[in-house]
């Protein structure tokens, strides 16, 4: 079936420096992909999506590109900001259907 | 506010009661998903409905879990005969046919004692 896999956390840094976090999938296809973020006492947020090869989306300076040829979506951003804190997820979605998670990672940035 | 409300927030219970929990989803919304997530993992897909039709139900959906959508608008997630380990954070969500992304609700914690 489907599945996700998010490089594993905590991941903390420094203010302004550079972030990725890997996310790579498996799916039969072409799923839609997402970046979800969820703030400390918050829902899930819809951070940005990409729905084929080679599209990237961004959103709040956090960019990511869906790679089919190696079934990516690397989640990236310049310089980080201490109100960055969260908890990150990549997920898939195949025929506009139900979502599949990874793991979540938690980012810390430090003043 | 219209975005995807879920009620209660939180839910404590002692283990055999039973528990309904409530989402309201954006109002132009035809389908509604119900995700399970536990501490430090990623949410986990319970079912989901189009319109009032329950299209799928997943595995980890047992036989004391049970989901309505009547008239296609609002959705209860009931779980009958409670265990500790449904202990988590019940999501839901709620989508526009044929989009592939859903917007999530706050969630109501539930615990077990």
């Known amino acids: 079936g489907n599945s996700v896999t998010q490089m594993e956390g905590p991941v903390t840094l420094s203010e302004e420096a550079f972030l990725t976090i890997n996310c790579t999938y498996t799916?039969?296809?072409?799923?839609?992909l997402f970046w979800y973020v969820q703030y400390p006492g918050e829902g899930l947020q819809l951070l940005l999506k990409a729905t084929k090869a080679d599209d990237k989306g961004s959103n709040k300076g956090f960019e990511a590109t869906y790679r089919k040829e190696t079934t990516s979506f690397h989640l990236e951003k310049g310089s980080v900001q201490v109100s960055d804190s969260a908890v990150y997820f990549c997920a898939l979605s195949q025929g506009a259907q139900k979502l599949v998670f990874g793991q979540g990672t938690r980012l810390t940035i430090n003043p | 506010d219209t975005g995807v409300s879920q009620d209660p927030r939180h839910k404590i219970t002692k283990r055999g009661q039973n528990v309904t929990f409530r989402c309201d989803p954006i109002?132009?919304?035809?389908?509604l998903y119900w995700y399970r997530q536990t501490l430090g993992q990623g949410p986990e897909f319970l079912t989901y409905?189009?319109?009032?039709?329950?299209?799928?139900k997943s595995r980890l959906l047992s036989d004391r879990f049970s989901a309505e959508r009547p008239k296609g608008s609002f959705s209860t997630l009931e779980i009958q005969r409670t265990e500790q380990g449904d202990s988590a954070m019940y999501l839901c969500a709620s989508s526009f046919l044929l989009k592939s992304w859903a917007f999530f609700g706050q969630g109501t914690r539930l615990t077990v004692v």
């Open positions: 109002s132009e919304h035809n389908r």
């Open positions: 409905f189009q319109n009032e039709a329950q299209l799928e």
């Open positions: 799916a039969t296809g072409y799923p839609s």
